[in-house]
């Protein structure tokens, strides 16, 4: 007996236009559930505060060709690394207090850069590994 063929709408990955628009919405969530501004935002992505508010329209998409897209997904993975290990208050919180692992500085400042956002990144891997 032979299997059926696979459908193609099943078997094919999301298209690009389906990961831009993925990850464009989860950025901007994560942002919004961190009360992270937009021109903060804009400057962790590499672009302009009224890219941004593109984006919020609906009118830009991330592009997977550009640095942005990179900033995006370790930003996301910034959010999910809090998510696991406090509630979004604490997270808030934790983002705009000062901290001793990251030489005093406030994460949400060092975000902006993405040498920062790789610090930042790092240190709640360390210690997600600790917990």
Do not use: C, H
């Not at 505060?49 to 919020?56: E, G, I, K, L, T």
């Not at 998510?83 to 208050?89: G, L, M, Q, T």
């Amino acid at each position: 007996m032979t299997a059926a063929p696979v459908a193609a709408s099943t078997a094919n990955p999301a298209t690009a236009a389906d990961r831009r628009r993925v990850l464009t919405g989860a950025t901007l969530k994560a942002a919004d559930l961190l009360d992270i501004p937009q021109t903060v935002l804009a400057r962790l992505l590499g672009v302009s505060a009224p890219q941004v508010s593109r984006m919020r329209q609906g009118a830009y998409l991330l592009d997977e060709s550009r640095k942005e897209w990179e900033l995006a997904a370790l930003f996301l993975r910034l959010y999910r690394s809090l998510d696991s290990i406090a509630s979004n208050d604490e997270a808030r919180a934790w983002l705009n207090s000062r901290n001793r692992g990251l030489n005093g500085e406030k994460p949400v400042t060092l975000i902006i850069s993405a040498a920062g956002l790789v610090r930042v990144v790092d240190y709640l891997d360390a210690a997600r590994a600790r917990a």
